[in-house]
């Protein structure tokens, strides 16, 4: 396999972790409050990369440290965004059009600071998830849910900003970058938590496995950065990344997609898909 095939394989299974994550995370704050589900996710993703970076005696940079903690505060803001969406939205719409702006955040980031311009079949794709983002707003009849598609446009800004940090940090120590991330992260999310947790008992096993899988998937995700540039490894990602989840919702949620949800789904992968084969 060449290193592009390797890039584009990793983010496609990054992908499919990133999307049980996000199931698991976003039925754990649909049963407690978005950001102490988040603060706990990240605060778990915490713990392994600093024990896989000092295992795998990553070289510590200051650049990457420092990337990496703006990045850490963009990437928390989007995902207490993105538990609040899920709370009050589909989670197969939802976490597609939160992928579609990441994907565009990246590849405009690409096109203005490397000078990489889509193709006419990557504007065909980028037309293609506006298209999707607009049938999603434009939908009546579920409670809140303009105000999830807002939301879910918010959180899909704050992990691109995230990416476009992390991508310069990955140029000299991608765990230690993503480190760092996780743990400005942390702090924000339970800074901004205070002392308003759940007074019940919350379950933790969604909880930890949201956690150990976003780790495991954002390590994976990032390493692709390596190979093939940012903007068209989200691409990939982003295209994969809302099945999962929108299955898992069908299946055990018995969670329905109108039919304009899913017109909005479909023209969402298509969108990213022809972003990435551009």
């Not at 992928?99 to 889509?118: C, K």
């Not at 989200?234 to 099945?243: N, Q, Y």
Request: charged share 10%.
């Amino acid at each position: 396999m060449t290193g592009t095939q390797i890039g584009i394989a990793a983010s496609v299974v990054a992908a499919s972790g990133f999307g049980i994550a996000d199931f698991l995370g976003g039925s754990a704050a649909r049963k407690s409050s978005a950001i102490p589900v988040a603060a706990r996710v990240q605060a778990i993703g915490l713990v392994v990369l600093l024990l896989a970076a000092i295992v795998f005696e990553a070289p510590v940079t200051v650049s990457a440290l420092l990337l990496g903690a703006l990045g850490g505060l963009s990437s928390a803001a989007g995902l207490a965004l993105l538990y609040r969406a899920l709370v009050r939205g589909g989670m197969g719409v939802t976490i597609g059009l939160g992928s579609v702006v990441v994907a565009l955040t990246t590849l405009l980031s690409d096109a203005l600071l490397r000078g990489d311009v889509p193709s006419a079949v990557q504007l065909i794709g980028v037309a293609s998830a506006i298209a999707a983002t607009l049938l999603a707003s434009a939908r009546r009849g579920q409670p809140g849910g303009v105000g999830s598609v807002g939301l879910a446009i918010m959180a899909g800004l704050g992990f691109g900003v995230a990416l476009v940090f992390l991508d310069r940090a990955a140029e000299t120590s991608p765990l230690w970058g993503l480190a760092a991330a996780r743990g400005t992260g942390t702090v924000l999310l339970v800074a901004l938590v205070g002392g308003a947790w759940p007074a019940h008992r919350q379950e933790w096993r969604p909880v930890v496995g949201a956690g150990l899988l976003d780790a495991g998937a954002s390590t994976l995700f990032i390493g692709s950065f390596i190979l093939i540039p940012v903007g068209i490894s989200t691409a990939v990602s982003a295209a994969a990344t809302p099945l999962v989840p929108m299955a898992l919702a069908w299946f055990i949620l018995d969670e329905r997609v109108s039919r304009s949800g899913a017109l909005a789904v479909a023209l969402a992968c298509l969108g990213i898909a022809l972003i990435a084969v551009g």
